[in-house]
T-cell receptor, first 114, second 117 residues
C-alpha cells in the first residue's frame, strides 16, 4: 500500500530535550516536506526536500532541522524543543514534477513540549 | 506571496442537505492549482477535490463539486446530500505552477463542518 509513515503518533517531551520525528514513504517520490498545523493558522511549511541531499527552508524553519540521506526518509529534528513548538506535525511527499498531483500526507505527530 | 482565506471558522448542515464552504485566494500568477482537503478527527489529510486554474470547467467528485471563479479568485466547495461522515475540518489550499523546486501548498485556516442528524 502506498503510504507516508510518521512516527511517533504522539510525543510528550520537556524543553531542551532533543527529539526526532521520523517520516518514510514507499512511493519513490522525489519531493518531501514537513508542515505544522496550529489552531487558527492552518498548515505551514517548515522544510522541504527536492531529492536526496537537497533540502531548503519553508515558511517557519526556525528551531527545526531536517536531513535527506535516503530518498524514502525525511526526519524532522528538534535539537532544543521549546513550548512554542507544541503542534501537530505532518510529513508529505509528492512526485516532483507533477504540480497537479496531490501531496500524500502522513497521519500526523502530535507533539507537546512542556 | 500567495494567501488563502477561509473566513468562516465553523458551519453546520442538516444531514441530506447541501452546504457550501467558501474560500478566496490572492495571487498574481495565472497558472496554479487549487485543492480542498478534509481532516476528520483521525487527523488524516484526505484530498477531496482539485482544480487546475487553466480549466474553466468546475471539478466534481461524486457529491463534491467546486465553484471556481478565476477572476474573483474564489474557490468554494459544495457538498450535496451531506452525510454524517462529512463532519470534519476542511482546508482550502493553493499550489503555484511556477515554484520550481518547491511544491508547497499554501493553506487556509480551515473550517469545521458539523453535520446534524
Amino acid at each position: 500500500e502506498a503510504q507516508v509513515t510518521q512516527n511517533p503518533r504522539y510525543l510528550i517531551t520537556v524543553t531542551g530535550k532533543k527529539l526526532t520525528v521520523t517520516c518514510s514513504q514507499n512511493m519513490n517520490h522525489e519531493y518531501m516536506s514537513w508542515y505544522r498545523q496550529d489552531p487558527g493558522l492552518g498548515l505551514r511549511q517548515i522544510y522541504y526536500s527536492m531529492n536526496v541531499e537537497v533540502t531548503d527552508k519553508g515558511d517557519v524553519p526556525e528551531g527545526y532541522k531536517v536531513s535527506r540521506k535516503e530518498k524514502r526518509n525525511f526526519p524532522l529534528i528538534l535539537e532544543s524543543p521549546s513550548p512554542n513548538q507544541t503542534s501537530l506535525y505532518f510529513c508529505a511527499s509528492a512526485i516532483r514534477t507533477a504540480y497537479n498531483s496531490p501531496l500524500h500526507f502522513g497521519n500526523g505527530t502530535r507533539l507537546t513540549v512542556t | 506571496a500567495q494567501t488563502v482565506t477561509q473566513s468562516q471558522p465553523e458551519m453546520s448542515v442538516q444531514e441530506a442537505e447541501t452546504v457550501t464552504l467558501s474560500c478566496t485566494y490572492d495571487t498574481s500568477e495565472s497558472d496554479y492549482y487549487l485543492f480542498w482537503y478534509k481532516q476528520p478527527p483521525s487527523r488524516q489529510m484526505i484530498l477531496v477535490i482539485r482544480q487546475e486554474a487553466y480549466k474553466q470547467q468546475n471539478a466534481t467528485e461524486n457529491r463534491f463539486s467546486v465553484n471556481f471563479q478565476k477572476a474573483a479568485k474564489s474557490f468554494s466547495l459544495k457538498i450535496s446530500d451531506s452525510q454524517l461522515g462529512d463532519a470534519a475540518m476542511y482546508f482550502c489550499a493553493y499550489r503555484s505552477a511556477y515554484t520550481g523546486a518547491n511544491s508547497k501548498l499554501t493553506f487556509g485556516k480551515g473550517i469545521t463542518l458539523s453535520v446534524r442528524p
